[in-house]
């Protein structure tokens, strides 16, 4: 009785694996052949197809908790979240995979990938994830019972092989790679738009990719790898 606010963390995998979304390939990714989606990325009226286990499992969860909201009144809603990355994150192969790069190149150790690293994503730090849910919970009586799309939007969308460049500016040195099979329900592309999410709680990605890549680099040298500087790159960094 006490109308405790529930926010679900989904994921963009409810979406499937976007089969039907004509992509060009390029020669370090892949990018729509729409231009909207191009620009804007992929919004919440895409239909929802689940696909592999993980997926399922998110996906039923997040429709349950709009149906609490609309059944009984319960003040939830749910945030379908792509790639998110940050300090104090564990970085297993699975899950957390800018993390695992920077802590395998850091390490000096190969990094395996799924596919040939032209797929790509719109990489969120987890300052603008923490600033998204808590801008929700303050607007939750008003936004109780929708779905929202959160990550980097296109400001912040990188392919794989982007990110292993910049990874290994960090390290100093080129970053041994191997590509294996493409996993299950993996998306060649996927980019949030996150406008639905601005219009209703005013909140925006405000840390670009870059910019956060070399603060979890200089995070995990500082905690992980005994404090030893990483490289500086002459041309200028922009956010």
């Given amino acids: 009785g006490k109308r405790a606010p529930v926010i679900f963390a989904s994921t963009n995998k409810v979406y499937?694996?976007?089969?039907?979304l004509g992509l060009v390939e390029l020669g370090d990714r892949y990018l729509p052949e729409?231009?909207?989606v191009r620009t804007q990325g992929i919004g919440e009226d895409r239909p929802l197809d689940f696909c592999t286990p993980y997926g399922c499992s998110k996906g039923v969860a997040d429709?349950?908790?709009l149906d609490y909201a609309k059944s009984y009144g319960i003040p939830a809603a749910v945030l379908r979240m792509s790639c998110i990355y940050g300090p104090r994150q564990f970085g297993t192969e699975d899950q957390g995979w800018v993390a695992h790069f920077l802590i395998r190149a850091l390490g000096g150790e190969p990094i395996s990938i799924y596919g040939d690293g032209k797929q790509v994503r719109d990489i969120l730090h987890v300052d603008?994830?923490?600033?998204?849910?808590?801008?929700?919970l303050?607007?939750?009586?008003?936004?109780?019972?929708?779905?929202?799309?959160?990550g980097g939007g296109p400001r912040n969308a990188v392919s794989v092989?982007?990110?292993?460049?910049?990874?290994?500016?960090?390290?100093g040195r080129p970053v041994e790679t191997s590509f294996g099979p493409w996993r299950a329900g993996d998306?060649?592309?996927?980019?949030?738009d996150t406008t639905r999410l601005e219009q209703e709680t005013g909140w925006q990605a405000g840390i670009g990719w870059r910019h956060g890549l070399r603060h979890l680099a200089e995070w995990l040298?500082?905690?992980?790898f005994g404090g030893r500087q990483i490289r500086r790159e002459k041309r200028k960094v922009s956010a």
């Fill in 16 to 20: 499937g694996a976007l089969d039907d």
């Fill in 34 to 36: 729409d231009e909207t």
């Fill in 63 to 65: 429709q349950y908790i």
């Fill in 128 to 136: 603008d994830a923490v600033a998204a849910y808590r801008a929700l």
């Fill in 138 to 150: 303050s607007n939750i009586e008003r936004v109780s019972g929708k779905a929202f799309n959160l």
């Fill in 161 to 171: 092989l982007s990110v292993l460049r910049e990874i290994e500016v960090f390290a």
């Fill in 187 to 192: 998306q060649f592309y996927f980019v949030a």
């Fill in 221 to 224: 040298i500082a905690h992980r």
